[in-house]
């Protein structure tokens, strides 16, 4: 078993504004990859296409047009799956000049097949949390019948009294009290804090391959934000499921990844050993990289009061996508040689050092 | 197979194209039609009004007992006792169309008005108002009306009074929640801070700016349903009375033919009453869809 | 169902019964009210053709009192304990007639209820999962044209293909005259009132907006997420509780338009009851209706309460 347990290659998710009449490049041309047992921590700012990317990869995403190319390999016991396999049956892209401008999709035949495919797959060898926990778990149900759900369809626990002492044994492990009692209790009667363990047990509890885990930080308390931190990074060294991470909230990345990928307007920008690329000082990194990690103001600057740095410009509008760079606009380290290259051709996700890849012009491509 | 089409350059961020043009083809066609009709229905009326009506609906003619369409000179045809059809349905216009406007004028002042106590104040305010919705609408229309009628005869103003008041519920609900929206986002809480004076910031700010076109999109649905209420009643023999013409005594007069095989007589008011009552009922959809639509997912 | 979950339930019901209890009150005062304004001494309509030594005798057993709070009292009173007074067209007691009348009206509400729903339902969820398709749309305009027919106009041509096609007749005394086929007759009224009430169009339009909009929730992505089978989790807030509340809501306007079927088929119900008390201005008659209507009504309304309590873990926590 080589390779990587989760490969996406090129993905293009698009959405479609009815008021604009225009398509909203979500994900337009992505790739990552997350290798076994590692957590590969995908950052950047709201619109980069991080969330779209997850959802993607997770079967999620039933917007239309939704996903119109790209190839997303699953490697595990043994067999490798192609998570899109034979989906350009039914959507077809008409090209003017490089970019898209129609969609056509045969939406019911697209779902039915997309279904098949995933089945077996959703739930079981990628399980997935979301940011939000209270509104993402059913406020219908108990929290506890909603891990028996999970833990009888995805283990070979069937029986009903067995799964509730393994869902128990569960809400125990992500550090829940009193767990027998909160097994009853419903969603809107717990905290933040506590719905997102609950998720993470509901995900883990299937045993996937692959922990998806969208912004699962974000909306709560920080004492709370760091607490969950903590957990992830407990159940990734007890389980070693690999985690394919997405914050925009860099600590966390850096608490928790072994690998990081930068997403700026729907493209990886850069990704590497989370050491190389997330270090203070670097020999090659991406602009954009580097202005995120100025932007966290550090303890000297807090101490002199400085003004904070932010970053030049406006989130990249993904109906309007440039034709060269697409940090052009924004970038501070243009230099007028490679100036009309940056403005007109959009640089290659190339290695500047072993692992270590940047879509910059900045840096000649090591061949 | 659907189709999605890149059709715009550069427009900005944040802006969206004007409502014509982003508006779905389905609910253009439906305000279309609707617009259609309330044009007809108001031409109608001011023609019977005045009296410009192709023959004189009273008038009979024994001899051309329910004469199909477009015999000797009737577009419609007749009825059955050889008054022309088109004259009368045009003339039935009448029985509802000044009776709806009293219906709706009411639902929509007096729903503005509950909504308005409901949201703007909340508190026991708002437990009366829905204390008063609930209460309007454990009865239905028709019993409360029939009700009326024993105790008044059967006027049509004081029906349509009654069509009113249990219209403003709905209106009310609507106002009320827009009111709730508001006071979420925030609006209300900094006109208070601006300084404006209530008086302002309802009448001004939550009643036109906000509610406007769900105010007309009431009204729209209200006129059908005053329709609804005049044809049934008249119906029932509780409307105007023969030789008046109304649709709905219309259909129950030609109804006996109607067994016999004669179909027509009876139906051309039953289209009437439909194809009227489809054009408020669309357009009032229609405009919904455009104006107030909430965005679905997929 | 644990025992837990029933207490709080059935502290929201003594809540709901008693608000119940406070419309009905309200009800009764309307019903009052209007008869108070009509033109004459209300007292006479309801006394109207009785010999005047029997109408002194009935003003003196009924005590009346010259404030309308006492008047409203006293008939209030007799109300609760079932008696409605007597129809002033045949004399009969008016509730008992109500009661056997009733069933028959009960009957053609419930049945074309369930048939909006039976016709409804897959439109609309239909529609909510597959989004605009081209056979939804013919289905939605067809429901609005179908919701805009004047619903007696329908009964006629339903009476007409029962009469020439079928050859079920006579279809308008109500009675069967071919006991074979007698079960069919009672279900035509309902397809009458069931597909041209006019409620159809609304009942697809709002199933399928809720249930859109909650597969759209959070939660239901959840539940896709896992590979949970969605409509387990959707049903509750989807379907189940949308569904009871237009029930519900719908009651009301199926009764109104069971008065206009009745006339249609000659149906010896509650709706014809009314009509002929509204032609006669019996009053005692056209009360009881408004007030059992409006009982049923508010039954139905408790009853979606109950359902919604039962279902909502919030609701039951006050």
Redesign the interface.
Known sequence: MSGPLLSIENLRTYFYSRAKRAFIRSVDGASLDVARGETLGVVGESGSGKTVTALSAAGLVTAAPGVIGGRITLQSNGTARELLDGLERYVRVEEEDGRVVAVEKDERGWRRHAEALMAGVRGKEIAMIFQNPRAALNPYSTVGNQLVETIRLHTGVKGEREAKERAIAWLERVRIDSPRLRFDNFPFGMSGGMCQRAMIAMALSAEPSLLVADEPTTGLDATIQSRIVELLGDLKEETGTATLLISHDISVIQRLSDRVAVMYGGTVVESGRATEVLARDAPARHPYTEALLEAIPSAEAIRNKSYLRAIEGDVLDTIEVPRGCRFYGRCNKVTDAIRERCAGLEPPLAEVSSGHKVRCWLYPTKT | MRRFVQTQGPIGEFSALPLLQRAETRDLLYVGYGLLIVALVIASYLMGAFGWLPHDPRQMDVGLINAPALTAGHLLGTDFLGRDLQSRLILGIQAYFLPGLLAIAISVAGGCVLGVLAGYRGGWLAAVVTYIDNLLDSFPRLVLILLVIAAFKADIYAIMIVVGITGMPETANLVSGKIAFLKQKNFIEAAHALGLPAHTVILKHILWLNCRTLLVIQATLGMAEAIIVETSLSYLGFGVQEPTPSWGNMVQAGANYFLQGNFWPSTAPALAILATILGFQLLGDGLNNMLEGKRRRG | MKLSAILPVARVLRRELA?TA???L??SV??FT??Q???GDPLNVLLEGQSPRSQQAVREALGVSHTWYGRYGAWLAKVVQGDFGSSIRTGLPVLPELARVGVNTLYLTLGSLLLTLLIAVPIAVHAAV??DTPGN?VATVAA??V???????FG?IV??VF?HYFEMFPLLSGAAAKQEHAWLYFLVPIFVLGTAS?TL?ELI?HLR?EL??VL????I????????PVWR?AF??GFLIPVTELMS?K???????A??VE?VFNWPGMGRM??Q???D???PV??G??LV??AF??SG?LLQRVVFTM????ASKG
């Open positions: 608000v406070l419309l009905l309200g009800v309307v019903v209007v008869l304004l009509a033109p597959n989004g749309t609005y044209i919701s805009a027919v004047p619903v007696f106009w006629y009476v007409y009469i006019g169009s339009r907006d859109s909009r759209a929730e959070d939660y992505r959840t539940a896709r997420a896992k590979g949970a989790h509750k807030e809501a009651i009301p306007f199926l009764l109104g338009g008065v206009i006339q009314a009509w008390a509204a032609q201005r019996d009053f056209i009360m209706i408004a209507a409006a009504v508010r309304n279902v909502n873990p919030r």
